[in-house]
């Protein structure tokens, strides 16, 4: 008998949480913030999802109801992606240690 | 046109990067490396989702259009914003992460052929309660997420805002989502949808309007949760296993920094959502003496003496702004050979990290920025202690006086040091209304007024 394709993801679905469980709790407190600027980045790439959607419109119909969703999506997911990954960027620039300095 | 193989390879190796990418903020040294392998793990998901679906006709040209916009702002967000903003900055792309996962949702129900679920009216059942479960999730964050950005940005009061039979309104529309996603499976019906997604709406605001400006830090790690799961919820209606994977290291990434936040206030995560403040369980105790002010001059003396200063800042550095007068005080202090190092409360602030970050921007050097536990021992042999717009996390009621509603909460034992100086606006009893007993500490002196005001007058005087 075939295993179901959804038990599969179920299966890399929970093995993620362990890997995120692991992962998260080696992170410093002091980077607390960009861990939440950077999982909100990521996170973002449900953009792929919204790609689908946009690309699924005829040449002759670019924008119907469903692909236009799918752009306004493309628009949210991007100002996420872009401006978290600059914004983690960004801080993470500020935590250095001073050098030559006492 | 990729194959479905080898796209799921390319999304396994974007799955790894984003993995790094966590992985690099063990350390401030790893982790710039680990946002660019999360920037390489993006790009490469982006790619090989316009090769795999393969269709380069004008639309292509209109998704990149709209891709570089929304990149634009979300540019220009990120120069611009200054770090104090932060909080709301969070919340705000919560709210988008959230909204989008309810337009895919949307797209996906009007036209499920293009992602091969099934046809209108005739969607694959898993399908659906995938697809309900991320519209809902989605809906969710983002009206929730909405809420705190107002209360962040002040927009919005703190206060947390209750009424009667609350609790139960909220679970009546809670079981409402799952009865409806139950119809929506049977009928198909385009009504039951429009309004699973409009009550989620309203779930998402009335879950966040009862919890208060100082509960923000779970409230946030919280709704980071929640886009996670939307985004899992998602990648399960696509069959993405990148999607799922990202989805879930976000979702438990934001769970376990709600359970450090809940945790650092010992508060259980459901009395936080719930709301309001935690339960008090009889009279406080009465705070007997008075609070002692003192003027610039007199700190300045005490500080010119003093060999070990640790300093303890709160939310109050952060709105009046007082960082930048803090590293100054810092770097004249440390050039006279004292030693001297930060105590951070993992709640100070309203965000995880807030405090931290107000800090690094300040060019304050991260190795004598502190956590709890790694300097509350050394209070008793540090000379000056000061309290820099905190409150409840220095607030000694909460080991003393068990009917303290901060009771057992961990807390900065600022009183162990020789003298302790509290920067403060005025005699109030701040955000939560409970009293504090180190403000009438014998060794306690009060140094009254705006704190980036007080600390410039102090600089002034520090040779």
Not at chain 2, 438 to 446: A, G, H, I, P, V
Request: proline share 4%; with cysteine.
């Amino acid at each position: 008998m075939e295993i179901d394709p959804f038990i599969f993801r179920l299966s890399i679905f929970i093995l993620s949480i362990f890997i995120g469980y692991y992962v998260v709790w080696s992170v410093t407190p002091s980077l607390h913030t960009p861990l939440m600027s950077v999982t909100n980045a990521i996170s973002s790439v449900i953009i792929v999802g919204a790609i689908i959607a946009a690309l699924a419109g005829s040449s002759e119909n670019v924008f119907s109801i469903s692909s236009t969703f799918g752009f306004i999506a493309i628009i949210l997911a991007a100002v996420n992606i872009f401006g978290g990954f600059l914004v983690t960027q960004r801080m993470l620039q500020m935590y250095k240690k001073k050098k030559g300095k006492k | 046109m990729i194959s479905a193989n080898l796209s799921a390879v390319f999304y396994l190796i974007s799955g790894i990067l984003f993995i790094l990418a966590l992985r690099g903020l063990s350390s401030p040294d790893t982790s710039r490396q680990g946002n660019y392998f999360g920037i390489a793990g993006m790009i490469i998901a982006i790619v090989v989702s316009f090769l795999s679906v393969g269709n380069f006709s004008t639309s292509l040209i209109y998704v990149i259009i709209f891709l570089m916009i929304g990149g634009a702002i979300g540019a220009f967000i990120a120069f611009k914003i200054p770090m104090t903003a932060m909080p709301e900055l969070v919340a705000g792309f919560h709210s988008l992460v959230g909204l989008a996962a309810v337009f895919v949702a949307i797209a996906a129900y009007l036209n499920p052929e293009a992602f091969n679920l099934g046809n209108i009216g005739d969607i694959k059942l898993a399908s659906l309660i995938e697809m309900s479960i991320g519209a809902a999730v989605g809906a969710i964050t983002f009206s929730g997420s909405i809420i705190a950005f107002l209360k962040l940005r002040g927009i919005m009061s703190g206060f947390p805002v209750t009424f009667s039979g609350q609790h139960f309104l909220n679970l009546i529309l809670g079981i409402a989502i799952f009865v409806l996603i139950f119809y929506l499976c049977k009928t198909q019906s385009d009504n039951i949808f429009w309004t699973l997604i409009a009550i989620s709406f309203l779930v998402g605001v009335l879950l966040i309007i009862p919890i208060g400006g100082a509960d923000m830090p779970v409230v946030i790690s919280m709704l980071n949760s929640y886009s996670g799961w939307a985004a899992a919820a998602t990648g399960f209606m696509l069959g993405n296993d990148l999607l799922i994977v990202t989805g879930a290291l976000v979702g438990s990434s934001g769970a376990i920094l709600s359970y450090i936040m809940c945790k650092a206030m010992n508060r259980n995560f459901v009395s936080v959502i719930l709301g309001g403040f935690g339960g008090s369980q009889g009279p406080q105790m009465k705070v007997e003496g008075e609070q002692i002010a003192i003027e610039a001059d007199g700190v300045a003396t005490i500080l010119n003496e003093a060999d070990s200063v640790v300093i303890i800042p709160g939310y109050g550095m952060a709105v009046a702004q007082a960082q930048q007068s803090v590293s100054e005080l810092v770097r004249k202090l440390r050039a006279q050979g004292k030693n001297v190092r930060f105590a951070i409360h993992p709640v100070a602030g309203r965000l995880p990290g807030h405090m931290n970050v107000l800090l690094a921007e300040a060019r304050v050097p991260y190795d004598i920025v502190m956590e709890m536990d790694e300097i509350n021992d050394d209070f008793p042999e540090t000379d000056v202690a000061i309290v820099i717009g905190s409150n409840d996390i220095v607030n000694p009621a909460a080991q003393d006086d068990p009917n303290s509603p901060i009771a057992g909460m961990p807390v900065l034992e600022c009183w162990k040091a020789k003298h302790v100086f509290v920067s403060k606006r005025g005699q109030g009893t701040g955000y939560s209304g409970i009293e504090n007993p180190l403000f009438f500490k014998e060794n306690t002196r009060m140094f009254y007024g705006d704190a980036k005001e007080s600390l410039n007058k102090l600089l002034a005087l520090i040779n």
